[in-house]
């Protein structure tokens, strides 16, 4: 079974920082694909970055120069470093695991609980 931990949200100023994480945690898989969706209110889920298991990131364009996406693989943790931040950054931040079985090497797809990151103007 996957279990995603999320942490780090809350509130900032426009201009400061936030550091998020997302943990997985279980047994009986590997993870690939890590990213980090958000969704601001009477909005749709978007993809804000993701990191590939070999270390190719992708980011959306409106945070491209300020927000950075990492990973430990040793401790299946996706870092979210958000500098910079804009009102507009608001919303929930949900992560986002793709693992595959060891057994079926079956591709499944995870999302954390979700952290509020609000950011004041």
């Known amino acids: 079974q996957v279990q995603l931990v999320e942490s780090g949200g809350g509130l900032v100023q426009a201009g400061g920082s936030l550091r998020l994480s997302c943990t997985t945690s279980g047994s009986g898989f590997s993870v690939k694909a890590m990213g980090w969706y958000r969704q601001a209110p009477g909005a749709q889920r978007e993809l804000v970055a993701s990191v590939a298991s070999g270390g190719n990131t992708n980011y959306a364009d409106s945070v491209k120069g300020r927000f950075t996406i990492s990973r430990d693989n040793a401790n299946n943790t996706v870092y979210l470093q958000m500098n910079s931040l804009k009102p507009e950054d608001t919303g929930v931040y949900y992560c986002?695991?793709?693992?595959?079985?060891?057994?079926?090497?079956?591709?499944?797809?995870?999302w954390g609980q979700g952290t509020q990151v609000t950011v004041s103007s």
């Open positions: 986002n695991v793709v693992v595959v079985t060891a057994i079926w090497r079956r591709s499944l797809d995870y």
